[in-house]
Each structure stands twice: as structure tokens, then as C-alpha cells.
């Protein structure tokens, strides 16, 4: 099982497949001209960053647990992370 440390060193494309395969959605928001949607994976939360001007994945980033960005505490419902 990869840590949010691995994960990050990987290659964007091996990340964005990992992503998609096993990754639990949790919430979106958009900052600046960014399009970004929080997910769970294993033991960690994975932002992917969308540019909404070319609409192009541009960065997909592995955060520890403890470092949930705060714009997102309103919306995610721990239940859903739970029963994941």
C-alpha cells in the first residue's frame, strides 16, 4: 500500500489511474480558474486539479489525513467516508 509520500512521486498518469480506479469522491470547488475534487484513497485524501480555461488536468496531489483542506469541512459527510 502506497503512503500519500509514494504517491506523489509518482508520474502524473499512474497517479490519475490509481485515482480513478480505487479513489472515493468527497466534495469539489473551484479557486481562481481551478476546478478541484477531494477524494479518499486508502489512508489519505488526493486533490486533482482541473484548469476550467483548457480544461486540463494539471496536478493531482496526496495529502495526509490530518491536513484536510478547511474549504471542504462544510461539505463532506463522514458517513460516506465511512462506508467507503
Excluded: C
Excluded at 59 to 65: F, G, H, R, V
Amino acid at each position: 500500500m502506497l503512503s500519500y509520500f509514494h504517491y506523489n512521486q509518482l508520474p502524473i498518469d499512474i497517479k490519475a489511474d490509481e485515482l480513478w480506479e480505487k479513489g472515493k469522491f468527497l466534495s469539489q470547488r473551484v479557486y481562481k480558474h481551478y476546478g478541484i475534487n477531494l477524494y479518499m484513497y486508502s489512508h489519505f485524501y488526493i486533490e486533482s486539479w482541473t484548469d476550467l480555461n483548457k480544461n486540463n488536468l494539471v496536478k493531482i496531489e496526496a495529502l495526509p489525513l490530518k491536513d484536510l483542506p478547511v474549504e471542504y469541512l462544510e461539505d463532506i459527510n463522514l458517513e460516506t467516508m465511512i462506508t467507503s
